[in-house]
């Protein structure tokens, strides 16, 4: 990799929309055979960076040069055209059609004579790319029925299968497991080595540190510094980003645990859990763990009552607790965060006060019932002081809000309807890392005010700095009970990857 042998150069680039400059002025190069991080908090200006490269956005002012010749992409297939994939943090798949369909989406190789799509092909080309991956997905199957990981990996193919120059990654691992995660590690390492580039978007750091060569900075739009990473510290690079020094990130202090508030006892549900106990008492946090697709969705969506017990009993309060509906629980105050904020979480054509209050709305009526925007406000008015929310009216549309934000504002939902427990699906994904510190914050005071929390976190820091008790499953079932000095990554993908029983009882 050499700085004089640029493959993507960026200069003066500018992008306004209405009353906003995403982009001011932003420039710096891509060097052939470079892994190229881009970081910064949400709201930036990576993601529009990113639409400017794949051709989604076009920018007021500046230039791009690509291989030496000008480049300006005035749609997505100009992007791919010209050797640029892109992997959007949004996925972009259609849910009807099958994976082969979806990685050869509008370039789907035909015959010549009859200009017949040969499914065969991409089927076998599939099959190549997964195989380089080292996952296995049917490229038959639908999308739409799909894992959230399972459907990150189709977005990774689709890109690698377009063969370009020029890689983008944006927040590539999200979704991912650790075992995915290193995997695809592998696969960028691999892509340098054939002297390629990867631009490599993530809020992880350690991904940033363990396979770029360089990292460039964005806050606020506007270009903050282009460091050599083997030289950065972790340190210097997050006061870089967020313009100021930032603490407590993965720690919570411990408190006292109470009560126990929720228990589960011998409980079954969907295809499969089986046979899970464990207890979640006022004032702490139980972390779940496990790869992906270990029955931590299944596990969450039984205590929020949208996934139907099959055996065993739940307690609330030491009272029986069997909800046949997202609607019980919420009357019985449990509070829910989805782990896709895109497709499940957020109410993007609503606004930000209505995304707050949308599970409370019978506690919102005036007079002859009818809906008390004075009510809405003020309850929106708290919450908005309490997460901490930046927006710039109740009226503010949520998907106008950057990531962390967003995330606030669905942390703001689970608290509305009351309760004392908070069932959290991965409650930092896609935030950066400053947002990632405030709402760890949330999560610790929370917790001090005497609220139990039931957390799934993929990320293995987060999991373990943030919980008391880390609970872990493989294959639907409860594989390791983690506390104290056994709460370590070693034994949370000891128990994920082997099964093997660690730790002590809950």
Known sequence: MSEHDPVLEVTGLTVEFPGVRALDDVGFTVARGEVHALVGENGAGKSTLLKVLGGVNTPTAGTVVLDGNPYSPAKPHDALVAGIAVIYQEFTLFPDLTVAENVFVGREPVVAATRGIRYGVMRDECRRVFGMLDWEIDPDARVGDLSVSEQQLVEIAKALSVEGQVIVMDEPTAALSHSEVARLLDVVRRLRDEGRSVIYVSHHLEEVFEIADRATVLRDGKHVATLDIASTTEDELVRHMVGREVSSVFTREPGVPGEVVLGLDGLSAGRILRDVSLDVRAGEVVGIGGVAGAGQTELTEAVYGALAARRGSMTLHCERYAPSSPADALRAGVGFLHEDRKSAGNLPHL???????????????????????????????????????KASSPAQ??????????????????????????VLNEPTRGVDIGAKAEIHQLI????KSGVAVLMVSS???????????????????????????ERTEENVIACATTGRRIGVAA
Do not use: C, H, W
């Not at 506690?363 to 002081?385: I, P, Q």
């Not at 610790?444 to 917790?447: A, S, Y």
């Not at 990320?459 to 639907?476: H, T």
């Open 351 to 389: 606004t930000v006060a209505q995304n707050v209050t949308i599970t409370i709305l019978d506690r919102m009526r005036g007079v002859a019932r009818l809906l008390s925007f004075a009510k809405e406000r003020e309850t929106y008015d708290s919450y908005r002081s309490r997460m901490r929310i």
């Open 397 to 422: 549309l949520i998907g106008q809000l950057s990531g962390g934000n967003q995330q606030k504002v669905l942390l703001g939902r689970a608290l509305a309807p009351g309760g004392d427990l908070l």
């Open 444 to 447: 610790g005071e929370l917790t």
């Open 459 to 485: 990320d293995l820091p987060e999991l373990l700095g943030m919980s008391d008790r880390v609970v872990v499953l493989s294959q639907g079932r409860v594989v390791g009970r983690l506390d104290g000095d």
